[in-house]
């Protein structure tokens, strides 16, 4: 019933949003929220390669490189006793991964990992494949940001 309605709601929105102003930024912002109920529900066809998780959207500028700096110190304690770089250990090796995923799809990976594994094809996929779970290491938002960061630096080697 309150999914009804917040469904309703959410049409309501789009339908002022595009009717009134027609503007591009309204539209973008009423397709985001639709984006985020249909990625609480559990039947999950396909998420764009986004994931399952807090992460909806992420813009990638220029290489940062204070932000890498403390990623990598980040990555360092938190994820290092199961991934390395170049090769896999516990989870799969990490180098590359920036080509092979999209950056929301990372985020949501270190930020939710227990329903990306139970929802998402991919990381399923992975769990089947390595066997142990990864760990939720409780990070935030800003810190899943920056590890990105610093696998964007060692992909751009
Ligand atoms: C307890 C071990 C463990 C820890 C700690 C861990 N991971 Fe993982 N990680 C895994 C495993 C295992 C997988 C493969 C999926 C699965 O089995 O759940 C994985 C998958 C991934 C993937 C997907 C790789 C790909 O090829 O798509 C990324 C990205 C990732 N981890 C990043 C991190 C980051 C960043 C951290 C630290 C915040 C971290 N992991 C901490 C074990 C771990």
Redesign the pocket.
């Known amino acids: 019933m309150i999914k009804t309605m917040a469904l309703f709601a959410i049409s309501l929105f789009m339908l002022v949003a595009c009717g009134e102003a027609g503007d591009a930024q309204l539209e973008e912002n009423a397709s985001q929220e639709t984006e985020a109920v249909e990625s609480s529900s559990t039947e999950l066809a396909g998420n764009d390669g986004i994931g399952v998780g807090p992460i909806k959207s992420v813009t990638l500028g220029d290489l940062d490189k204070a932000m890498a700096a403390e990623g990598e110190t ?2 360092n304690t ?2 290092a ?3 390395k770089m170049d090769k896999r250990f ?3 090796a ?1 180098a590359g ?1 920036t080509e ?2 999209k950056p929301e799809w ?1 985020m949501n ?2 930020m939710n ?1 227990e329903q990306m ?1 139970k929802e998402d094809p ?2 399923k996929e ?2 089947a494949e ?6 939720n ?1 409780s ?1 935030t938002e800003d810190q899943a940001r920056k ?1 990105v960061e610093y696998f964007r630096q060692v992909d751009s080697k």
């Open positions: 980040i990555f938190n994820c006793a199961c991934h516990v989870g799969p990490l991964v092979r995923r990372i990976m270190i990992p594994v991919i990381a992975l769990l390595y066997l142990a779970p990864m760990a290491q990070i590890i």
